[in-house]
C-alpha cells in the first residue's frame, strides 16, 4: 500500500492518505501535458514565449541552491533568517514608516514611502507578467514565517528590492552635503545599511524561496528605484507644487498602472499587494500637498523638548487612529461597494479582472474577510506577540508543491524529464540538464536510485546527497512534508519536525489536492484595498500631525519659532 505524509498547508500532520483505495477516474489527457498547457493556455503567446525563455534558469540554478542550502543549514541560522524576512516584508514598513513622518523625519519618510511603493508595485507587475515559479521544492526545503509568501510567483523578488532600495537610499542620504551626521555615526548607519540589505537577500537563498536570478534581479530593481527617487525625486515635488492639477495627473497615472497590472495565470496575490501600496502612495500624495498648504506645516518636532514618554504616547495614538481607521473602513466598504459594482455592472461599465468574483454573482461578503496580507488585523496582534516571543512557533519548513506554481511546475518538470528518459532509453539518467552544465561533485557510487530514502530528515542532508546529481533528481518528485510542530510550555526551543514521505509520484488529483484552496476573492475588493490604504496613507501624513495639536500632551505647537 502507497502511503505519504500530507503537506503543511494540506492535511493535518501525521495524517496518511491511502492511494490505492482512491477511487481511479478516467483519464483524458495525461497529467504532465495538462501542467504544460496550463500557461500556454492562460498566457498570451508572447508572454508565454517570454516565460518559456527564461523557465530554463530557474531550473538550472535549482540543485545548486539546494547544494547551498544542505552545506550551510544550522538550527540558529533557520531562525535567524526566518525572523530578519520580516523586516523586508510589507507588514513592517506599512506599520514603521508613518513613524517617521511623526517623528521629525518627514521628508525621508516620503522618499522611503516612494520607493517601497514602486518597489513592491513593479516587482509584482513583473511577477505576474512572466507567471515563474519558485525554485522547485523539493530538493530545496522552504524556511518562513509567512503563510502568503509561497503562494507568489518567485520572479523577482521583492524582499531583495525593499532590502536593497532602503539601503541604497539611506546610504546616499547618509552621504549627501546635507547630512549633519558626524563621521563615526555615518560609519556605523552605513555599516547597518549594508548588513540589512545583504542579510535579507542572503536570507532569501538560504531559506530556499528565491534563486539566484530573482534576487539578483529584485536588487537591481531596488537600487534603481532609489537612484531615481534620490536624484529625480525634488524634480517631482517641484512638479506637484504646480497646483491640484498635476497631483490629479499623478494619481490617474497611478490609477492606469493598477488597470494594466498584468493578470496572472495562477491565483497569485502579488496583484492585492501591488494595489495597497499603491493606495498608500495615493494617500501620502494627498496628504502631503493639503498638509504643505497649512498653517500646521511649520510646527517642529524636537525630541528633547517633548521628551521620550511624550514621544511614545503619540506613536500610540497614531497607530491606534489607523488601526481603527482601517477596522471601521474596510466592512463599511466590503458591505456597501458590491450594491455599487452591481449598478455598474448592469449598464455594462464593468472591468473584470481574472480570479476576482463579479457582484453580480454573490450576496454577501464576509464582514470579518481576510482581504489583505499587509497589514494585520487587531485580532491578529497576540499572535504576531506570541511569534516574537517564541520564533519557532511561527517557523515552517515545508518541502513540496505550496502553490498552484509550484504544481504545475512540478508535474511539467517531471514529465519532460519523463520524455527524456524514454527518448534516450532505459538506464539513462533521466536528468534534465545535460552532464556537462553540472561540475562532477559526485562520488563513484551508481546505486543511488536503488536507495530508498530516508524515512525522516531533520532538514540537513547527508553528505552523499550533498551532490549537485542528487538534488536534480529529487526536482519534480512527489515528497510532502509537514511542518511546523506545535510548541507546548517548556519547549520552545523545539525545532520543527519534517517528514519525508514515499518516493511515488503523485498524480495532478493527488499533488492540487495538497494545496491550499485559494479564498474566494471578490471584485470589490481591489477598491476596498485601494480606498483603505489611501486613507492610512492620508491619516499617517496630515491627520494625525493636526489631532496631536488638540490633545493636550501631544502637541509641540508650544515650539514654534516666534
Not at 455592472?345 to 454573490?362: C, D, H, K, V
Not at 491578529?380 to 518541502?399: C, F, N, Q, Y
Amino acid at each position: 500500500m502507497n502511503t505519504s505524509f500530507s503537506h503543511a498547508n494540506g492535511v493535518g500532520a501525521g495524517t496518511k492518505i491511502d492511494t490505492a483505495t482512491e477511487k481511479a477516474e478516467p483519464v483524458v489527457v495525461d497529467a504532465g501535458l495538462q501542467s504544460l498547457d496550463h500557461y500556454k493556455r492562460a498566457l498570451p503567446k508572447w508572454r508565454y514565449y517570454l516565460r518559456q525563455q527564461a523557465l530554463p534558469l530557474v531550473r538550472w540554478e535549482t540543485p545548486y541552491l539546494a547544494w547551498l542550502q544542505a552545506t550551510l543549514r544550522f538550527p540558529a541560522l533557520d531562525s535567524y533568517f526566518a525572523i530578519t524576512a520580516n523586516l523586508g516584508t510589507h507588514t513592517f514598513f506599512m506599520i514603521g514608516l508613518p513613524i517617521l513622518f511623526w517623528c521629525g523625519y518627514a521628508s525621508f519618510g516620503k522618499g522611503i514611502v516612494h520607493i517601497l511603493a514602486s518597489g513592491v508595485f513593479f516587482t509584482g507587475f513583473v511577477k505576474d507578467f512572466f507567471s515563474l515559479p519558485r525554485p522547485l521544492s523539493p530538493p530545496l526545503h522552504r524556511i518562513t514565517m509567512s503563510g502568503s509568501a509561497a503562494l507568489e510567483y518567485g520572479f523577482p523578488s521583492t524582499h531583495s528590492a525593499n532590502a536593497v532600495s532602503v539601503a541604497v537610499y539611506a546610504l546616499l542620504c547618509l552621504r549627501s552635503p546635507d547630512s549633519t551626521y558626524e563621521p563615526s555615526t555615518r560609519a556605523t548607519l552605513e555599516g547597518l545599511a549594508y548588513f540589512y540589505a545583504i542579510s535579507i537577500v542572503f536570507g532569501r537563498l538560504y531559506c530556499g524561496m528565491h534563486g539566484f536570478l530573482d534576487v539578483i534581479v529584485g536588487s537591481v530593481m531596488g537600487a534603481v528605484i532609489s537612484l531615481v527617487e534620490f536624484y529625480y525625486g525634488p524634480s517631482l515635488e517641484l512638479f506637484l507644487s504646480n497646483g491640484w492639477t498635476s497631483l490629479c495627473g499623478l494619481l490617474l497615472l497611478i490609477i492606469l498602472l493598477i488597470r494594466v497590472h498584468p493578470e496572472p495565470a495562477d491565483d497569485c496575490p502579488c496583484f492585492d499587494d501591488s494595489v495597497a501600496f499603491a493606495g498608500v502612495m495615493m494617500g501620502l500624495e494627498i496628504g502631503t500637498w493639503r498638509f504643505g498648504r497649512s498653517s500646521w506645516v511649520d510646527i517642529p518636532f524636537d525630541l528633547n523638548a517633548l521628551g521620550w514618554p511624550v514621544v511614545i504616547l503619540r506613536i500610540v495614538f497614531g497607530v491606534l487612529i489607523i488601526f481603527a481607521w482601517r477596522e471601521v473602513a474596510k466592512p463599511s466598504l466590503l458591505k456597501g461597494l458590491p450594491h455599487l459594482f452591481r449598478l455598474i455592472e448592469f449598464w455594462g461599465l464593468n472591468l473584470p479582472r481574472r480570479f476576482f468574483m463579479p457582484a453580480s454573482e454573490y450576496k454577501n461578503i464576509p464582514l470579518r474577510l481576510r482581504v489583505d496580507n499587509v497589514m494585520p488585523n487587531v485580532s491578529d496582534l497576540p499572535g504576531l506577540i506570541t511569534a516574537v516571543r517564541h520564533p519557532g512557533r511561527g517557523r515552517s519548513v515545508s518541502i513540496g508543491p505550496q502553490s498552484a506554481a509550484d504544481a504545475y511546475e512540478t508535474l511539467a518538470y517531471r514529465e519532460r524529464r519523463r520524455r527524456e528518459s524514454v527518448s534516450v532509453g532505459p538506464g539513462a539518467d533521466p536528468s534534465l540538464r545535460n552532464k556537462a552544465s553540472i561540475p562532477e561533485i559526485r562520488t563513484p557510487d551508481n546505486d543511488y536510485d536503488s536507495r530508498p530514502p530516508p524515512a525522516r530528515s531533520s532538514g540537513i542532508s547527508s553528505t552523499q546527497h550533498n551532490r549537485l546529481s542528487d538534488f536534480e533528481k529529487l526536482m519534480g518528485e512527489g515528497t510532502v512534508v509537514v511542518s511546523p510542530v506545535e510548541i507546548t510550555a517548556g519547549e520552545e526551543g523545539a525545532e520543527p519536525e519534517v517528514y519525508i514521505g514515499s518516493q511515488d509520484e503523485l498524480g495532478h488529483k493527488e499533488v492540487f489536492s495538497k494545496l491550499v484552496k485559494p479564498r474566494v476573492r471578490y471584485d470589490v475588493e481591489v477598491v476596498t484595498k485601494l480606498v483603505v490604504y489611501a486613507g492610512i496613507g492620508w491619516l499617517a501624513v496630515e491627520v494625525v500631525p493636526v489631532l496631536y495639536e488638540f490633545i493636550p500632551g501631544l502637541g509641540a505647537g508650544h515650539l514654534r519659532v516666534a
